[in-house]
């Protein structure tokens, strides 16, 4: 199977919403988030009926983070 990159510079107060667009894509395998200078603040692996309410704290988690950071990158691997 391949998997191809690509990452998306965004602001911190649209990384919640850009975060629950790519997983509603549904052929997203990872998310990895990254601050200005390179730092990894945050990356997690999107398996396969993972949603819902058992992806509830990692949202939360992610809005939290969204209110700390200012410009970040979102690396996304996806399935081709």
């Not at 990356?43 to 058992?54: I, R, Y």
């Not at 939290?64 to 950071?69: D, E, K």
């Amino acid at each position: 199977m391949a998997w191809s990159k690509e990452s998306f510079s965004i602001h911190g107060e649209q990384l919640l919403k850009k975060v629950k667009e790519l997983i509603a894509e549904g052929n997203v395998r990872k998310i990895t988030i990254t601050d200005k200078s390179g730092k990894e603040l945050m990356s997690f692996p999107l398996t396969v009926g993972v949603v819902g309410a058992l992806f509830a704290p990692v949202l939360a988690a992610i809005g939290a983070l969204a209110a700390l950071v200012g410009e970040c990158t979102i690396t996304v691997e996806r399935e081709e």
